[in-house]
Nanobody, 122 residues
Framework: QVQLVESGGGLVQPGGSLRLSCAAS????????MGWYRQAPGKQRELVAT????????KYADSVKGRFTISRDIAKNTVYLQMNSLKPEDTAVYYC???????????????WGQGTQVTVSS
């Protein structure tokens, strides 16, 4: 069993900042990559940012480049999303995801957190 638990969401004014965290725990052998997706009401879930465990290669959606930064703490199996200059259109439920190999069986699977609400409003 693998669990991803997000934290750090909330209500913020336009132009403000929030930092999301996601900790992976459970029967983990290794983590290939982790990332963040978001889903706004009435819209499809979309990629926000991803980061590989080895090398720390990152990928961002065009809409968040220059404003959001993804990072990871390998020792803690944790990924972070620093969100600056937030806009109302960033309002969504943010989901953490990880491509994780379990102890048994030794296969990779994609795991998701329960989501955390981010609301940008004055």
């Amino acid at each position: 069993q693998v669990q991803l638990v997000e934290s750090g969401g909330g209500l913020v004014q336009p132009g403000g900042s929030l930092r999301l965290s996601c900790a992976a725990s459970g029967s983990i052998f290794s983590i290939n990559a982790m990332g963040w997706y978001r889903q706004a009401p009435g819209k499809q879930r979309e990629l926000v940012a991803t980061i590989t465990t080895t090398g720390g290669s990152t990928k961002y959606a065009d809409s968040v480049k220059g404003r959001f930064t993804i990072s990871r703490d390998i020792a803690k199996n944790t990924v972070y999303l620093q969100m600056n200059s937030l806009k109302p259109e960033d309002t969504a439920v943010y989901y953490c995801t990880g491509t994780i190999m379990t102890l048994t069986p030794r296969i990779y699977g994609d795991y998701w957190g329960q989501g955390t609400q981010v609301t940008v409003s004055s």
